[in-house]
Structure formats: structure tokens, C-alpha cells
């Protein structure tokens, strides 16, 4: 493969591996499990994120024979995966972004960080509580654009939506939290910087 070529092999061979070796799927985890939890804190919180990142990785091998080899990059359905986990979790989620709302400080973003001015706090709590008020389909869409950093196709595939869904989902929750931010554009993928 060409990722071997590199010295990396791609996700998709190590799920392959992992069939006849499964300490393979070791280096999965290893490769994708430190921004997988960080993505799980930021929506969560850090009490939540371990366990939740230990079971999507657990789901992912109970189910590892099902995965689809022509995708290079396990990524969505990791992502995927955590979503599902995360949306047992919904009153949690909610209940952060509302302590956000009412502190100003995201302390799973900046724990160390000092208290930040005025504006910035008044510019999170606006951002926690549109991310309060989006529905879930929504809210999971834009924050693995803006916190996952995928593309449309990667968030369709995690999600399992076609990627019309995803971007009427996100242009929904980008029309909300501009709002919330009093105009201010939220977080531009990729792709649109070059739509013009």
C-alpha cells in the first residue's frame, strides 16, 4: 500500500491485521484514541471522556469484521461510533454548555489557563448556549466539522446520513450560533474557503 510505502500503514490495513493478530488493533487505539478523547472532554467533560473513548474502541473491535477496507482512514467510524455513545449522554452535554452559559470559563477547553477577559467569556457562553439550544443531529454535525476537524463525506460516513443531510444540518447550526454570537461567523471548513 502506499501508506506503507511512508512507514504508515493506514487504518483500514491495521483493522485487517487485526483479524489474524488482534494486539493489531492495538496500534488503532494508539493512533486515534488521544483526539478521539479529547473531542469526548470537550463535549462531555474528562469524568465522561475515558469511559466513553474505552468503549468506542471496544465496539469498534467487537466489530472490527464488519468495517469497510476500502476506507484508508478509520477516523468516521471511530468518530461514528463515540457519536452514539456521546447521545446516551445528551442531559450531560446540555447541562455543560448551561455552567458554561452561567461561568463564562470553558474549563475543559483551558483548564490551566487563566480567567480569560470579558469578551472572550461573553463570546463562549453565547457560543454554550446555541450549542445548548441546537438539536442533537445538528449539534453533531458541527462540532465534528469544527471540533473533529472532518469533512462533509467524513461526517456522513460517521453519522451514516448522505452528505445533503449534513450540510443543511450544518448550515441550520451555523445560523444559530452566528446568532447567539450576535452575527460573528462560527468555525469555516476547508471546503467553503474555496467555494468562494
Do not use: K
Amino acid at each position: 500500500m502506499i501508506a506503507e510505502e511512508f512507514g504508515r500503514t493506514d487504518d483500514a490495513e491495521l483493522i485487517r491485521r487485526s483479524e489474524r493478530v488482534p494486539e493489531a488493533f492495538a496500534d488503532l487505539f494508539d493512533r486515534h484514541a488521544p483526539a478521539l478523547r479529547r473531542y469526548v472532554a470537550r463535549r462531555l467533560g474528562p469524568s465522561l471522556a475515558d469511559d466513553i473513548v474505552s468503549d468506542a474502541f471496544l465496539t469498534a473491535f467487537r466489530r472490527r469484521g464488519h468495517y469497510d477496507t476500502s476506507h484508508p482512514d478509520a477516523r468516521p467510524w471511530l468518530y461514528g461510533i463515540a457519536a452514539r455513545l456521546i447521545s446516551r449522554h445528551r442531559r450531560v452535554e446540555v447541562r455543560l454548555y448551561r455552567a458554561l452559559v452561567r461561568s463564562g470559563v470553558d474549563e475543559i477547553a483551558e483548564p490551566y489557563a487563566e480567567r480569560v477577559d470579558d469578551r472572550v467569556a461573553a463570546q463562549q457562553a453565547g457560543l454554550a448556549a446555541a450549542l445548548a439550544q441546537l438539536s442533537p443531529g445538528d449539534r453533531e454535525v458541527l462540532l465534528l466539522i469544527a471540533w473533529a476537524d472532518m469533512s462533509y463525506e467524513d461526517v456522513a460516513r460517521a453519522l451514516d446520513i448522505p452528505v445533503g443531510t449534513v450540510r443543511s444540518r450544518l448550515h441550520r447550526a451555523r445560523a444559530r450560533t452566528r446568532l447567539a454570537l450576535g452575527g460573528s461567523h462560527p468555525a469555516t471548513t476547508r471546503e467553503e474557503s474555496f467555494d468562494g
